[in-house]
T-cell receptor, first 116, second 114 residues
Framework: GNSVTQMEGPVTLSEEAFLTINCTYT??????LFWYVQYPGEGLQLLLK?????DKGSNKGFEATYRKETTSFHLEKGSVQVSDSAVYFC???????????????FGQGTILTVHP | DVKVTQSSRYLVKRTGEKVFLECVQD?????MFWYRQDPGLGLRLIYF???????EKGDIPEGYSVSREKKERFSLILESASTNQTSMYLC?????????????FGDGTRLSIL
C-alpha cells in the first residue's frame, strides 16, 4: 500500500534560516503529492501540490519538487519567518488502476518552530 | 473560498454516550472524509463518502459510523464513546475530478471522553 515518511521533528530554526523538511513516499503508479500546513488551533490548509514527475509546487516562498527517481517531495524555504511556525504534513493521493476518490495518505507531521 | 464547517471546536462527553460530530461544506463537493489526528501518528482516515448515501471504511473504522443523507453534510457517530476515542477529529471535502484535486479541511473538533 501507499506510505509517506517525513523527517523526524521537531525542527527549531532562527528567523531567516533555510528550511528543509524531507518527505519520501512509497506508492504504485503516479500519485499526486501535497504539502499541508496546520497553524495552532486550526485545521489543515493546502500549502502546495505537484501532480507529475519534475513538477515544482510553490506558495508563500515554499517550494517542493516531485522527484520520481528518488520518490521524494522535500519542502524548502529560503528564509523562514516566525509566522511559519506550524505543523507540516506531506501527503499523497492516487491508486494505480483504480479510483482513489482522493484519499490521502499522510506522513506523521513535522513541527516547525521559528524563533526571532 | 471553500468553507468546511465543523459544528463544535471543543466537546466533552462521557464514556458510553452516543456522540455526533457534524460537518458541512458549501462547495457542492462529492467526496467527504473524517480523520482523527493524534500526536506522532499524523492523520488517520476513519470513513469517507464519495457521494450522497455512499460510504466506505477507512483505515480505522472500528467504533465509528457515518451518515450522509445530503450532499453538503457528513456526520461521524461514536456509537458508544470510549476514552481511547479522545482525539482531534478533522473533516474534509473535495470535488471528484481526479486525484490532483486537494482536500479542504475544517478547523477540527477536539473531543474529550471522560
Amino acid at each position: 500500500g501507499n506510505s509517506v515518511t517525513q523527517m523526524e521533528g521537531p525542527v527549531t530554526l532562527s528567523e531567516e534560516a533555510f528550511l528543509t523538511i524531507n518527505c519520501t513516499y512509497t506508492a504504485t503508479g503516479y500519485p499526486s503529492l501535497f504539502w499541508y500546513v496546520q497553524y495552532p488551533g486550526e485545521g489543515l490548509q493546502l500549502l502546495l501540490k505537484a501532480t507529475k514527475a519534475d513538477d515544482k509546487g510553490s506558495n508563500k516562498g515554499f517550494e517542493a519538487t516531485y522527484r520520481k527517481e528518488t520518490t521524494s517531495f522535500h519542502l524548502e524555504k529560503g528564509s523562514v519567518q516566525v509566522s511559519d511556525s506550524a505543523v507540516y504534513f506531506c501527503a499523497l493521493s492516487g491508486n494505480a488502476g483504480g479510483t482513489s476518490y482522493g484519499k490521502l495518505t499522510f506522513g506523521q507531521g513535522t513541527i516547525l518552530t521559528v524563533h526571532p | 473560498d471553500v468553507k468546511v464547517t465543523q459544528s463544535s471546536r471543543y466537546l466533552v462527553k462521557r464514556t458510553g454516550e452516543k456522540v455526533f460530530l457534524e460537518c458541512v461544506q458549501d462547495m457542492d463537493h462529492e467526496n467527504m472524509f473524517w480523520y482523527r489526528q493524534d500526536p506522532g501518528l499524523g492523520l488517520r482516515l476513519i470513513y469517507f463518502s464519495y457521494d450522497v448515501k455512499m460510504k466506505e471504511k477507512g483505515d480505522i473504522p472500528e467504533g465509528y459510523s457515518v451518515s450522509r443523507e445530503k450532499k453538503e453534510r457528513f456526520s461521524l457517530i461514536l456509537e458508544s464513546a470510549s476514552t481511547n476515542q479522545t482525539s482531534m477529529y478533522l473533516c474534509a471535502s473535495r470535488n471528484d475530478r481526479g486525484d490532483n484535486q486537494p482536500q479542504h479541511f475544517g478547523d477540527g473538533t477536539r473531543l474529550s471522553i471522560l
